[in-house]
């Protein structure tokens, strides 16, 4: 009788032994798969935040432009930057034109030919 008790505790105890090892592989398997989503999601995340950082680069470019005439706080000549939205209104009003030359005035230019 007590050699019936202790092969039935032997197989309990190896049935639980067994069911705690399948528990423990699977809890590892588990977190395994977490932990790869996680870095899939934050490779995402960073892929995500890059584009916009280039998206919003490639938009905030400065285009130069030179004021041919006085406009807010800047003088005929005067050189600046601006975003290309901003740079093509001033150009459009004729406030400014893209570059760092001034046209020549009318004086300066060539007289046209009288025929």
Do not use: C, H
């Not at 395994?32 to 490779?43: F, M, T």
């Not at 950082?53 to 006085?70: I, L, R």
Request: glycine share 4%.
């Amino acid at each position: 009788m007590a050699g019936q008790k202790n092969d039935q505790l032997t197989a309990e105890q190896k049935a639980a032994q067994e069911a705690e090892e399948k528990a423990k592989q699977e809890a590892e398997e588990k977190a395994r798969l977490e932990a790869e989503e996680k870095a899939k999601q934050e490779a995402e995340e960073k892929a995500r935040l890059e584009a916009e950082k280039n998206a919003k680069a490639k938009s905030s470019e400065s285009v130069v432009v030179t004021f041919v005439k006085p406009y807010s706080r800047y003088s005929r000549g005067d050189i600046a930057g601006f975003e290309a939205k901003e740079a093509e209104r001033l150009v459009k009003g004729r406030v400014a034109v893209k570059g760092t030359k001034l046209p020549a005035k009318k004086a300066e230019q060539d007289p046209e030919p009288k025929a």
